[in-house]
């Protein structure tokens, strides 16, 4: 497996476009647990032993004219970090610099959290705890949630695709604050990586972040690049299951994986086949089903990137169930024909390539792809990867790579 | 980046015009103020008439499904348009969609597309099918459903925007029919174009598009409001694993000026968030005494021409956490004036940014006209003479005894699927 290894000097990106400016800083996760991972996304970053109620969090914010702040567990395949991000106005937006007063802020949250008898407070601990509890109720109710998490249970290796708070959430109950606190207190002892993105003095940023953030934390950022979790399991025979359920529409979900994976090009083969599939550029299944013959208000394909996977599903009632699987199984056949192919290609090609041009016009998606080519997720864009690929390579990707493996269909009750 | 301009043209269309060259993108939508609470109109014969639950959803449908040239949104995609799509609320119906390239062909292809429809009882049937889909899907949606079930309390005239396969039966082309003329008018409309184009260019060709269109009556439908006082002070519903408590007010601001209401939004925004949130006193004292489990939340908006204001929270303790609410409202006035200035330092922070997003400002500016029909952008000199004195006096202006109560309460035993 491949290792991140880079210097953490903060990675600066000017961009004179936007009003606004991000910080974000990442810390790798080298412990993996669902159950520790939900409680510290809401409780990380909360307040500090200086900023120690909600109030003060606010004032001080409001004074450093910061936007907003945000901290979560975020993942680039099964590889985890604490993210940690502020948002405030540029100087030549607002008249005034302010990116010291937020990396101080930054700083004293960060490596200052607020302690109650040398754990986070148990309070909140619990508190948290009964209301992932209750997403996870109310998550089950919801029958476009559930269909789709009891289809990617099914299409799931190694447990990648699932997250065993919404398996078992009262995992959550064994779970302490210290538990949490130590949890936190390995993260951020090592090196976080840092970017800056927006109109900035480049300059003049670094030597603030380096001064006042890093303060002697400079140095190595390692962690696993385990951004790829291929699916390897293609089974002999093809696994349905059927599950009767209480909700009044019922859901039918198509399992593709990839034999062989070889890796990014078949990855990029994979986007471009469920673009051929349901995409603007190519609305083939949602013209089938809903169309053309009346079975469906919502359908569509999905597909994991990081895993290999591609899944076509619609929502239809009880008596439809046999015919849309028909109809799901022509789809594919339809989007095989080279000719189909030859005249959708070219209109993904471009899609991708106005995508990246619209990618820009936001300062989020502008960040996050310069992360991502930064963290070496991404050398470059779909765009670049597709620009060339022909309707031949599409075609042989589709006949012999890609392999129906399971069939996941949900019940419903109502028949009109 | 300019700033966003309101106009009207001869046919009495409201047009919102922002252009901003930092943009790759353009952003068009028009708006019909034809939405779920519209529950009469007056026809062609000067009859009241009933409109049927779930006609302005159809009626939405119908349109990009049966245009003259085919269907409008794969019309616009095929000329490179992107998230084409319609939406239809209580209020109003939008037709919306991006793009980059084609902008003059696919605002062309966009409105005359909109306002050429082709009117029959089997494009209506055939539309119907997808609705029936929709609204089986929609009865397992647990968040549509609790949102529904808080409205049905608060308006006499609230209906599901879907309708009801019974309701959309009895529909028929010609009604369709009448309602699409009435309605889909240009003094009925507002039409928004955002992004990066030659402004001159677009106007005139917006101009000539309406220039050869016609319209058999062409006035503003006013939506009748609902009967100012609550349907039911109090309902229930099962769905959490926590209890949760739900109080919403319903304020009538028929009396205030356009002007007004617009500025009183502002002044509740801050309200809520000074009195009802996580930095509030109410919120540190129900945590202390365990009365909640996680933060108390609020929020305030328009809706069917009433300001809403929801505040809500985990607890098992109702009476105690409704008598902190009704406390914090009859006791208004010892806010402190440094979390005001606090707020509004926030606000203003938020705005002077917003251009960053088309879509957040655009969208924000919209609002403005939609809600409070208020044709201006927010600014920053509007923003700083909001103060506190003016404040507290429209807040305590204010009649909260118009409120119902909406308990979701815990289950048991999760349902079997689980």
């Known amino acids: ?416 | 980046m300019n700033d966003s301009k309101f106009l009207t043209l001869d046919n009495g269309l409201t047009l919102l015009i922002y252009t901003d060259e930092t943009k790759v993108t353009s952003h068009i939508e028009l708006v019909t103020f034809l939405g779920g609470f519209d529950r009469e109109f007056i026809s062609s014969k000067g009859t009241t008439c009933k409109i049927i639950d779930g006609t302005a959803h159809l009626l939405e449908h119908y349109v990009c499904e049966n245009t003259k040239e085919g269907n409008l949104l794969d019309n616009l995609e095929r000329n490179k348009a992107f998230g084409a799509n319609a939406l239809t609320n209580s209020e109003r119906t939008s037709y919306y969609f991006d793009t980059v390239i084609n902008l003059e062909k696919c605002i062309k292809i966009f409105l005359e597309g909109i306002y050429n429809v082709d009117f029959s009882q089997k494009g209506l049937e055939k539309t119907k099918y997808s609705i029936y889909s929709e609204i089986r899907d929609a009865k397992n949606d647990f968040r549509r459903n609790l949102s529904s079930k808080k409205l049905h309390l608060l308006f006499d005239n609230y209906c599901d925007v879907l309708g009801t396969c019974k309701s959309l039966k009895k529909i028929k082309y010609k009604y369709l029919k009448e309602l699409y003329e009435k309605y889909y008018v240009p003094k009925n409309q507002f039409l928004v174009v955002a992004g990066n184009f030659d402004e001159e260019k677009i106007l005139k060709l917006i101009k000539d598009i309406y220039s050869k269109l016609e319209f058999k009556n062409n006035e503003r439908n006013n939506m009748k409001l609902s009967n100012k006082n609550v349907v039911r002070k109090s309902g229930s519903m099962k769905g959490n694993s926590l209890n949760e408590v739900l109080i919403t007010y319903k304020i009538d601001v028929s009396k205030l000026s356009d002007f007004d209401k617009y500025k009183l939004d502002w002044y509740l925004g801050i309200f809520c968030e000074n009195n009802f949130s996580r930095f509030s006193k109410i919120n540190e004292r129900l945590r202390n005494k365990n009365i909640i489990n996680g933060d108390i939340t609020s929020e305030n908006y328009i809706f069917g021409g009433y300001e809403i204001i929801e505040i809500s929270a985990y607890t098992d303790n109702k009476k105690e956490f409704l008598d902190n609410v009704f406390k914090v409202i009859s006791e208004f006035g010892d806010e402190e004036k440094e979390d005001f200035e606090l707020c509004k330092k926030a606000i203003i922070l938020r705005v002077t940014v917003r251009k960053d997003n088309l879509s957040s400002y655009v969208s924000a500016i919209m609002q403005n006209y939609t809600d409070f029909n208020y044709p201006y952008d927010d600014t920053i000199e509007f923003l700083n003479s909001l103060n506190y004195d003016d404040y507290k006096k429209m807040i305590r202006d204010i009649d909260f005894t118009n409120y119902s109560v909406l308990n979701v309460k815990s289950e048991d035993k999760q349902q079997k699927n689980a």
Request: proline residues 2%.
């Open chain 1, 1 to 416: 497996m491949k290792r991140f290894n880079k210097n953490n000097d903060s990675v600066i990106f000017v961009n004179k476009n936007f009003k606004r400016c991000i910080l974000y800083i990442i810390f790798p996760i080298e412990e993996v647990d669902d159950f520790k991972l939900s409680i510290l996304e809401k409780m990380a970053f909360d307040k500090s032993m200086n900023y120690d109620t909600d109030k003060k969090i606010r004032k001080v914010n409001i004074n450093n004219y910061c936007h907003s702040y945000h901290g979560k567990v975020t993942s680039v395949g099964d590889s985890y970090f604490l993210e940690i991000a502020i948002c405030f106005p540029s100087y030549n937006s607002l008249g005034k610099d302010v990116l010291a007063d937020n990396l101080k802020f930054i700083k004293d949250i960060i490596y200052n959290p607020y302690l109650e008898d040398g754990c986070f407070p148990k309070r909140d601990i619990e508190d948290i705890k009964k209301i992932i509890k209750n997403k996870v109720v109310r998550n089950f109710k919801d029958v476009l949630w559930y269909y789709e998490y009891k289809n990617d249970k099914l299409l799931d290796e190694r447990g990648y695709l699932s997250n065993e708070v919404l398996d078992n959430p009262s995992g959550l109950d064994k779970i302490t604050s210290k538990d949490i606190y130590d949890l936190y207190k390995k993260i951020i002892s090592g090196n976080p990586l840092i970017f800056l993105c927006g109109d900035v003095d480049e300059n003049k940023a670094r030597k603030e972040i380096d001064d006042i953030l890093l303060d002697g934390r400079k140095g190595m950022v390692s962690f696993e690049e385990k951004y790829f979790n291929y699916a390897k399991n293609i089974p002999s025979k093809i696994e349905k299951v059927i599950e009767e359920c209480q909700y009044k529409s019922s859901g039918v979900f198509y399992n593709y994986k990839i034999k062989d994976i070889k890796g990014i090009y078949d990855m990029v083969l994979l986007r471009t086949v469920k673009c051929l599939i349901s995409s603007s550029s190519s609305e083939i299944l949602f013209d089938t089903l809903r169309k053309d013959n009346d079975l469906v208000y919502r359908c569509g394909a999905y597909s994991y990137l990081t895993f290999g996977s591609l899944t076509l599903w619609a929502f239809t009632s009880k008596k439809n169930i046999e015919v849309t699987e028909k109809l799901f199984l022509e789809v594919m056949e339809k989007i095989s024909d080279i000719k189909f192919i030859s005249e959708k290609l070219p209109l993904i090609k471009e899609r991708a390539f106005l995508n990246d041009e619209i990618l820009k016009e936001d300062i989020w998606d502008t960040l996050m792809e310069m992360i991502d080519k930064y963290i070496e997720y991404k050398e470059k864009s779909y765009y670049d990867y597709i620009k060339d690929i022909t309707a031949l390579e599409v075609k042989n990707f589709i006949d012999k790579k890609l392999i129906l493996v399971s069939k996941y269909i949900g019940v419903g009750e109502e028949d009109e």
